[in-house]
């Protein structure tokens, strides 16, 4: 089973940038679908971008693209989120998830989690 560990949250003010890093320990193997969810206080987990191991291919919610880059690094069993122009409205939890075959946009459909790693944007 592959064990998730986020890190790089913190505090940014609105319009700066943030990399959020997820380790794994156990190998990530070419038929899993990476995945950042995030989930703001007093509302449910929402998916915010994803790609293919194997391929490379991405995916981002419609309220990131342009700002946000999903990255993974093969050799080192880690993915990335480069978040760039900050809104307050991207406070939230953010987590790392995968499953095998195919990238899930629905929580219920990611196999295993990551703890977690806050995002605090001021305005």
């Known amino acids: 089973q592959v064990q998730l560990v986020e890190s790089g949250g913190g505090l940014v003010q609105a319009g700066g940038s943030l990399r959020l890093s997820c380790a794994a320990s156990g190998r990530i193997t070419s038929d899993n679908g990476m995945v950042w969810f995030r989930q703001a206080s007093g509302k449910e987990r929402e998916f915010v971008a994803g790609?293919?191991?194997?391929?490379?291919?991405?995916y981002y919610a419609d309220s990131v693209k342009g700002r946000f880059i999903i990255s993974r690094d093969n050799a080192k069993n880690t993915m990335y989120l480069q978040m760039n122009s900050l809104k307050s409205e991207d406070t939230g939890v953010y987590y790392c998830g995968g499953r095998k075959w195919g990238v899930p946009k629905d929580p219920i459909a990611v196999g295993f989690w990551g703890q977690g790693t806050q995002v605090t944007v001021s305005s």
């Open positions: 790609i293919s191991w194997s391929s490379g291919r991405t």
